[in-house]
């Protein structure tokens, strides 16, 4: 699949075909902090020819193993992305680098193809340390270390929370060349001893800034200066805030900066608002449009747990295949509903904000805000899980008809 980036232009929006002009109760949203409705709406359409990046690499111009090459070629890359291109012939070079990237934009393989390479040829066992915010974006490039090391015998280890920690600990007594984790197990495991980061040559952190949102602060800072000084330091962050800053002069040196981030996520999804008067008025709408069929692959988020494996099994009641992702669920019941979503299985998949951070799930067609997020930081976040690498979508928020 080509990255493409789109030309936009913004006209005005055509026939709104789910925007009710109901009259209801006085109400305001319930949580959170109040957004106005005006913010869910963007009409730019966006526009179906594409200006394809223009990359200044190929794949075949880094001198990576046989064997990697295959590996990239089997998973169907064929042209580089902004962020690959631009930051592999750096770290490549041994260079520090912060990559200002969402997720989404191909940062995954933007670190770890250079560090396989580096792998296959020196084989340093415990040298590579992999940081991410949640446990599900680890899994996600846990996975695509697999896929681009096969052959290659180079292990990696997952230390994540909500996993059994022994398995985690024998799997770490093997030596695994790589260690993708989040903060909070990792410094659990550092502190029973079970994980030292002595041998430790490249560290990533991925996401910083959602690392920091999560309170990881100090974990981070403290893993990071048990880690040798003369380790290259990969950084990447989707914003860049004064905290960050800082936390890039205290573990970079000399860094190369790669900014990829597109304006801003939401200009590339149509949005829209759903008026709605009552709660049965929601599901009513909400039922109505799943029942059309360009609605094929659908992130409904909603607000707590209950609400949402609620809102899950009567789309399920009503014939509409649903799973549902939240903190009430055990690690493996989330990966189980994250699985029969992507594989469609099931066309809506309902979540918390919390469960749905990090996620990678290819071609949401749409975003629906059952519960509005609590701040327009998250409904960002939201919306940017569909219209991504270079596909178009669309997010539609119900908003009470008092709140416009
Ligand atoms: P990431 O931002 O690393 O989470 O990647 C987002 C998605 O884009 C993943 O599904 C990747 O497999 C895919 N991807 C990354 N790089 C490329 C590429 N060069 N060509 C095609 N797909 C890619």
Do not use: C, W
Request: charged content about 25%; proline content about 4%; overall charge positive.
């Amino acid at each position: 699949m080509p990255y493409t980036q789109h030309t936009r232009s913004f006209k005005s929006a055509n026939a709104r075909p789910y925007h009710s002009s109901g009259r209801g109760r006085q109400s305001r949203p319930k949580h959170g902090s109040y957004i106005h409705p005006s913010k869910f709406i963007n009409r730019a359409v966006v526009q179906t020819e594409e200006n394809a990046y223009q990359a200044t690499h190929v794949f075949k111009d880094f001198p990576f193993s046989e064997k990697l090459h295959e590996n990239i070629e089997r998973k169907g890359y064929e042209t580089l992305s902004p962020i690959q291109d631009q930051t592999i012939p750096h770290i490549l070079a041994g260079k520090d680098i912060i990559g200002l990237a969402n997720t989404g934009t191909g940062k995954t393989a933007a670190f770890l193809l250079p560090i396989l390479n580096d792998l296959y040829i020196n084989r340093a066992p415990g040298s590579v340390l992999i940081l991410a915010p949640t446990r599900e974006l680890a899994q996600q490039i846990d996975e695509q270390f697999r896929e681009f090391s096969n052959g290659m015998k180079l292990f990696s280890t997952l230390v994540v929370g909500g996993m059994n920690i022994g398995r985690q600990i024998s799997q770490l007594q093997r030596r695994p060349h790589v260690i993708i984790g989040t903060p909070g197990r990792t410094m659990d495991l550092i502190k029973r001893k079970h994980l030292s980061l002595d041998a430790i040559r490249v560290l990533v952190l991925d996401e910083a800034d959602r690392m920091l949102d999560m309170g990881f602060i100090n974990d981070i800072r403290s893993i990071a200066n048990q880690t040798p000084k003369e380790r290259q330091t990969l950084f990447f962050s989707a914003t860049i805030t004064p905290q960050i800053q800082q936390l890039t002069q205290e573990f970079l040196k000399d860094p190369e900066t790669v900014s990829v981030r597109t304006a801003d996520t939401s200009e590339q999804v149509e949005q829209d608002i759903i008026e709605a008067h009552s709660k049965e008025d929601k599901i009513e709408k909400l039922l109505d449009m799943l029942t059309s069929d360009e609605f094929d692959k659908v992130l409904l988020f909603g607000e707590t747990k209950f609400g949402v494996q609620r809102l899950s099994d009567h789309l399920e009641k009503s014939g509409i295949s649903s799973v549902a992702i939240h903190g009430n669920k055990s690690q493996s019941q989330r990966q189980r509903a994250l699985k029969a979503f992507k594989d469609n299985r099931a066309r809506v998949l309902v979540a918390t904000d919390v469960a749905a951070r990090g996620l990678d799930i290819p071609n949401v067609s749409h975003v629906i805000n059952f519960d509005q997020p609590a701040t327009y930081e998250d409904y960002v976040h939201r919306i940017g899980r569909t219209g991504r690498a270079g596909a178009t979508g669309k997010a539609f928020t119900f908003v009470s008809p008092s709140s416009r």
